[in-house]
């Protein structure tokens, strides 16, 4: 394994990470799987071709981007999970399911099934030494990243609402009798996850210059088993989860040997994981309330 | 007028009636106790004017408002502060953390250090542990430390439910005092359900007897203590 290797390794691992914590947070406070979270990507990407397409400003692409998500995101809360608290989850997940593929249909009929090119601005290739070699893209999303991940901890340890934000992952009625709006965290929780996969999707997009309807299924997949790995609900397992996949994603890759059996040894890391510790790397027991 | 009144309260759990419609009040000052034994729907009556469980039948009132359908976080903001029973304090944060999130309707920094330095008072250990994480502590000061939630609020009304259950004699009784001090100090008027009906009915200007979803007898604190069917299944005969 060479640095460079390592180093895209690290900055594709925070990629995952960040689509992650969507599904990570949600799942803590709202007690669900968010299975459209992954066509946030999507939503992200196309939002950011049409900005470039029209304005060609790609400061303002990655502003849109962001904007376009939080309002989907947390629309779609509204209108199709919160009609569902304390329904079944089976009911909730099924719902999930179907808002994924409603965004794909949606997608496809506004800009065709055909992958496009996005036309995000490419960054040149840095040469550090002999044997470094790395794209200025893979440092702003490793640099980016980081520093989005280290605040949003700071923020949940820290702030007035990321303490009601624990709260209501621990015990929704409790956090309640403390005064905290139930509603109005999850709406957060759900505008927060869809920031960070905006953020995502544009760094997606400098790695793969093209969108298609499906473009978040992968990265989507790939994420949730990543927030599986480091334990759903666990903030720092999704980002230790992501920077462990994407690292391993991009050493198999490297390996002509491996190559072609990439994506099977990161399922198979799942499920070693899962094996060994059922609640992931830094999940804890699942207590039932009532 | 009563601070509390709670105007014929039916609670459902599904097709089982567990609250079939009571009437009850509170006044202004007073400590009422809700005596019954396991099952008689103490903690449905409380979750169901919380808000935390939703009604089947009934109002509420609170200072002259019908409370009724109001949501649970927004009565905390009117002056209603519940301790749960089995205390579910947050046991991943620490005793400080869990303090602070009393305080979530509160805004002023000076009233906070005034609330903070009153609930430090009244249970010296929690200051000793403040920093602990709030799962570690033992049972009663985890109860120590959800009464210190709900005072943060600076509430009116103050809900308990059975706030003795498993604790030493040494902590029930540390417990009962501070009800006592935080009624006479702040004139905090409080709401105590109690299986240990004798320490509950000493403590009360009044009580209500619950039994399977209704009221069956109310009197003063002493009235119930010398009643004879009231000693026969709640005080343990004598
Ligand atoms: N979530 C629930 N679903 C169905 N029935 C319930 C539920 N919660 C409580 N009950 C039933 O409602 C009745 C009243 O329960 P409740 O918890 O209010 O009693 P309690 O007086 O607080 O008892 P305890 O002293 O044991 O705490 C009981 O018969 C109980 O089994
Ligand atoms: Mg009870």
Known sequence: MTATTFIDGLSLGAIYALIALGYTMVYGIAKMLNFAHGDIIMVGAYTVYSTLLWMGKPILAVIFAIAVCVILGVVIEKVAYKPLRGASPLAVLITAIGVSYLLQAIAQLAFGAKAVPVGLPRFPVLHIGDKLVVNVSTLITLGVGSVLMIALTLFIKKSKIG??????????????????????????????????????????????????????????????????????????????????????????????????????????????????????????KIREKV | MALLEVQNLEVNYGLIKAIKGISFEVNQGEIVSLIGANGAGKTTTLHAISNILPKSGGKVFFDGEDITDKKAHELVYMGIAHVPEGRRIFSELTVYENIQLGFFSRKDKREYEQSLQMVYEYFPVLQERQNQIAGTLSGGEQQMLAMSRALMSKPKLLLMDEPSMGLSPLYVNTIFEIVQKVNRESGTTVLLVEQNAKKALSISSRAYVLEIGNISLTGTGSELLNNKSVIEAYLGGE
Request: hydrophobic share 55%; glycine share 10%.
């Open chain 1, 163 to 284: 303490r009601a934000m624990i709260a209501v992952s621990e015990d929704r009625k409790a956090a309640q009798l403390m005064g905290v709006n139930v509603n109005r965290i999850i709406s957060l929780t759900f505008a927060i996850g869809s920031a960070l996969a905006a953020v995502a999707s544009i760094f997606y997009l400098m790695q793969i210059p093209n969108t298609s309807p499906t473009l978040g299924s992968m990265p989507g997949i790939k994420a949730f088993t990543a927030a599986v790995i480091g334990g759903i609900g666990s903030i720092p397992g999704a980002m230790i989860g992501g920077v462990l996949l994407g690292v391993v994603e991009k050493i198999c890759l490297s390996i002509p040997a491996l190559n072609p059996y990439t994506t099977a040894i990161e399922f198979a890391i799942l499920i070693v994981i899962l094996m060994v510790r059922p609640t992931g790397i830094l999940g804890k």
